[in-house]
């Protein structure tokens, strides 16, 4: 699909799409990708950086559980 088809589907599926929330989610993606001098790392709290990293060094620790197991635990 040529990127020419591909932004002429996307303007027939934003006109039909009802869902504030749906177009809100398009704007907030479309917006970040138009803004290319931006990092979104840079644009993080000091907080949620320490919890990323932290989530990575679990990642590489091992410290890790499936997604069957959350289910399991959670009753889902």
């Avoid at 840079?42 to 320490?50: F, I, R, V």
């Avoid at 559980?65 to 959350?70: F, I």
């Amino acid at each position: 699909m040529s990127t020419l088809q591909l932004k002429s589907e996307l303007h027939i599926l934003i006109d039909h799409s009802q869902d504030n929330d749906v177009l809100n989610a398009v704007k907030t993606l479309l917006g970040r990708s138009v803004n290319t001098d931006t990092d979104f790392w840079d644009e993080l709290s000091e907080n949620d950086k320490t919890e990323i990293k932290e989530g990575i060094q679990d990642i590489e620790m091992g410290r890790t559980h499936t997604y069957q197991e959350v289910f399991t635990k959670y009753g889902l």
